[in-house]
């Protein structure tokens, strides 16, 4: 069973923009956060943009003022929007879902997520 589906993955140069996709199936409507992780070659799997239920998102540092995260609720769809790209931004992109558990904000940390995508791969070339 697949829950969440990325795509919109490429490879751009530094100031472009791409828009990722994340389709989740009804199992993640229980789910309290949804947001993106990145993993870059060589380095641990970082949070970058999240949502909770209520509609508040948060970010890291490296992408306030970049990044946008949003949902579609009638598609079942998240979305990462990313503008102004840089070569640091260059990693395997993954979404993902916790299980109903936040209270209040959502956690930046990998192992408080329990429905994951396959990644979809973003490089920026300077």
């Known amino acids: 069973r697949v829950d969440m589906v990325e795509s919109g993955g490429d490879s751009v140069q530094a100031g472009g923009s791409l828009r990722l996709t994340c389709e989740y199936s009804k199992v993640i409507y229980t789910s309290t956060c949804m947001g993106w992780f990145r993993q870059a070659p060589g380095k641990e799997r970082e949070g970058v943009a999240f949502?909770?239920?209520?509609?508040?998102?948060n970010y890291a540092d490296s992408v306030k003022g970049r990044f946008t995260v949003s949902k579609d609720y009638a598609k079942n769809t998240l979305y990462l929007q990313m503008n102004s790209l840089k070569p640091d931004d260059t990693a395997q992109y993954f979404c993902?879902?916790?299980?109903?558990?936040?209270?209040?904000?959502?956690?930046?940390?990998?192992?408080?997520?329990?429905?994951w995508g396959q990644g979809t791969q973003v490089t920026v070339s300077s």
């Open positions: 949502m909770y239920a209520d509609g508040d998102t």
């Open positions: 993902a879902a916790d299980g109903g558990q936040a209270g209040g904000s959502c956690s930046f940390d990998q192992s408080d997520y329990a429905y």
